[in-house]
Nanobody, 125 residues
Framework: QVQLEDSGGGLVQAGDSLRLSCVAS????????MGWFRQAPGKEREFVSA????????YYGDAVKGRFTIARDNAKKTVYLEMNSLKPEDTAIYSC??????????????????WGQGTQVIVTS
C-alpha cells in the first residue's frame, strides 16, 4: 500500500494560483502513474489530471485544460498540481492518487490503487 500525503490547498480569490503537492511513501514511485481527482460538495468525483510513471504522458480533464499543470519529481517522490486562473467552480477537495495500472483509463477512479486524504481548495468570486 502506497501512503500519499497531499497538501497545499487553501482559500483564494478567483484568478489566483495554488500549487498542490503530494508526497508518496514508497520504494516503487517510478513504477506508479500519479494523478489528481477532485470532489465538490454534492457532486461526483471528477478526474483532474494524470501523469505517467515516466512523466512522458500527461492528461487533463476538460474543465482544467490550459489552466492546470501536473508535474512529478521522481527523486523527491512527489507530484505537483499547479493551478492557475482559479475559478469558483474549482472549489473542491483535491485528492492525490497513485496506480500501477491506471494507464488502462486514467479518468476512472477505479483504476487507481491508493489515495491521499485530500486537501481543500476554496475559490471565492
Amino acid at each position: 500500500q502506497v501512503q500519499l500525503e497531499d497538501s497545499g490547498g487553501g482559500l483564494v480569490q478567483a484568478g489566483d494560483s495554488l500549487r498542490l503537492s503530494c508526497v508518496a511513501s514508497t520504494d516503487v514511485f517510478t513504477a506508479l502513474a500519479m494523478g489528481w481527482f477532485r470532489q465538490a460538495p454534492g457532486k461526483e468525483r471528477e478526474f483532474v489530471s494524470a501523469i505517467s510513471k515516466s512523466g512522458g504522458s500527461i492528461y487533463y480533464g476538460d474543465a482544467v485544460k490550459g489552466r492546470f499543470t501536473i508535474a512529478r519529481d521522481n527523486a523527491k517522490k512527489t507530484v505537483y498540481l499547479e493551478m492557475n486562473s482559479l475559478k469558483p467552480e474549482d472549489t473542491a477537495i483535491y485528492s492525490c492518487t497513485a496506480g500501477f495500472r491506471a494507464y488502462r483509463d486514467y479518468t476512472q477512479g477505479s483504476m487507481w490503487d491508493s489515495w491521499g486524504q485530500g486537501t481543500q481548495v476554496i475559490v471565492t468570486s
